[in-house]
């Protein structure tokens, strides 16, 4: 069974920084894509910004020029660093990836989520 692991989330002032680590543990054979999503009171999950297997990356409009998606595969993690955040930023935030377990079949696993909170 695999899991993953989020850290890094917390209470930061308009205009600062925080980095969002996420580790997958367990049986872990290979991960394709990894990605970052958020989620405000009220709304919708929404994708922030993903990584593949080779290091290529996409953000969403919002958070480009501002998030950076970084992974280290030796180590099964993936990074999401934050900058010029703004109160429009707070949200529960979650890691997911697409993993091979020992079956040899990729699943979509989710991390369990990190608040975001950012003041004025």
């Known amino acids: 069974q695999v899991q993953l692991v989020e850290s890094g989330g917390g209470l930061v002032r308009a205009g600062g920084s925080l980095r969002l680590s996420c580790v997958a543990s367990?049986?872990?054979?290979?991960?394709?894509?990894m990605a970052w999503y958020r989620q405000a009171p009220g709304k919708q999950r929404d994708q922030v910004a993903i990584?593949?297997?080779?290091?290529?990356?996409d953000y969403a409009e919002s958070v480009k020029g501002r998030f950076t998606i970084s992974r280290d595969n030796a180590n099964n993690a993936v990074y999401l660093q934050m900058d010029s955040l703004t109160p429009g930023d707070t949200a529960v935030y979650y890691c997911?990836?697409?993993?091979?377990?020992?079956?040899?079949?990729?699943?979509?696993?989710w991390g369990q989520g990190t608040q975001v909170t950012v003041s004025s």
């Open positions: 997911g990836a697409d993993i091979r377990d020992w079956s040899s079949r990729y699943k979509y696993y």
């Open positions: 367990g049986t872990v054979f290979g991960i394709n894509t």
């Open positions: 990584i593949d297997s080779d290091g290529g990356s």
